[in-house]
């Protein structure tokens, strides 16, 4: 019979608490987007999809999503393409400034976002009077704010990748004669793959919700997911924000586990 322990019934107490804190939260948005009262009451009267299908028909979101999808790919890819570099360069190679030049990488995750946003308009702004290029309130402009929400995290999840992975493979690769590009995309990319579908899976994510950089840089006309559902609060309190937030819940949760099932994201941590 094994002794009560007094310590082990704590640490799963509290993390089971931890995982309560995390969880809790999500199974009551989901919960919430089936009740069938106008307005959101607890405990609710009925049961409903019918928020699911007023979501669906609602411009505001249609285009929203669309234009969310949009600049979450192109600002994934445009992070992968400039992080990807820049991690193997900082973790394989010794030059002067390389830790200024990562933390300058990583500064946009540091940054209160709003405070980014407001700093990235401006910035916009000079520039279009200076040079007469418009950034502001244009698509490429979001995905070039965007892309620095997203940047970040492809640093920390490749430059982590990066420092697991066995570097006496790479430098077996080259002293066998692989060049550079050989031995980066033969020895490196295999070993470092699950980080960067990890990075490219959360620069998505933390495109995709993102609020405060859109609300300087959309153009009229133009909105993202998480301004129409700022838009809809505003004048509205009943379920279908929580139907929203379930399809988003369900797409991300399926791609994280779709993405683990495939490559074991696990590796990448």
Not at 20 to 45: C, E, G, Q
Not at 88 to 96: D, G, Q, V, Y
Request: proline share 4%; net charge neutral.
């Amino acid at each position: 019979m094994k002794r009560f322990s007094i310590g082990r019934f704590s640490y799963l107490a509290f993390v089971t608490l931890i995982f309560a804190f995390v969880i809790a939260p999500l199974l009551v948005i989901v919960w919430a987007s089936f009740f069938s009262d106008r307005i959101l009451t607890f405990p609710p009267s009925g049961y409903t999809l019918s928020w699911f299908v007023r979501a669906w028909d609602l411009q505001d979101f249609a285009s929203g999503f669309a234009t969310s999808l949009q600049v979450g790919a192109c600002a994934t890819l445009g992070s992968l393409l400039l992080g990807v570099p820049a991690a193997l360069a900082i973790e394989r190679f010794a030059f002067p400034g390389r830790e200024t030049v990562r933390q300058l990488l990583l500064s946009p995750m540091y940054v209160p976002a709003i405070v980014a946003g407001a700093a990235v308009y401006i910035y916009f702004i000079q520039i279009e009077m200076m040079a007469g290029v418009q950034f502001a309130a244009t698509f490429h402009g979001l995905v070039i704010a965007h892309t620095l929400v997203a940047l970040p995290w492809t640093m920390r999840l490749v430059c982590a990748s990066l420092v697991t992975a066995n570097a006496a493979s790479e430098e077996a690769a080259r002293s066998l004669g692989a060049n550079a590009l050989q031995t980066f995309f033969l020895v490196t990319l295999p070993t470092i793959r699950p980080g960067m579908i990890a990075a490219a899976m959360f620069a998505f994510i933390a495109s995709f919700s993102d609020l405060e950089k859109s609300l300087f840089l959309v153009g009229p006309g133009q909105t993202t997911l998480p301004i129409s559902i700022l838009n809809y609060l505003e004048w509205n309190l009943d379920s279908t924000i929580a139907a929203v937030a379930t399809v988003q819940i369900a797409v991300i949760g399926a791609a994280l586990l779709i993405s683990d099932r495939f490559v074991n994201l696990g590796k990448a941590f």
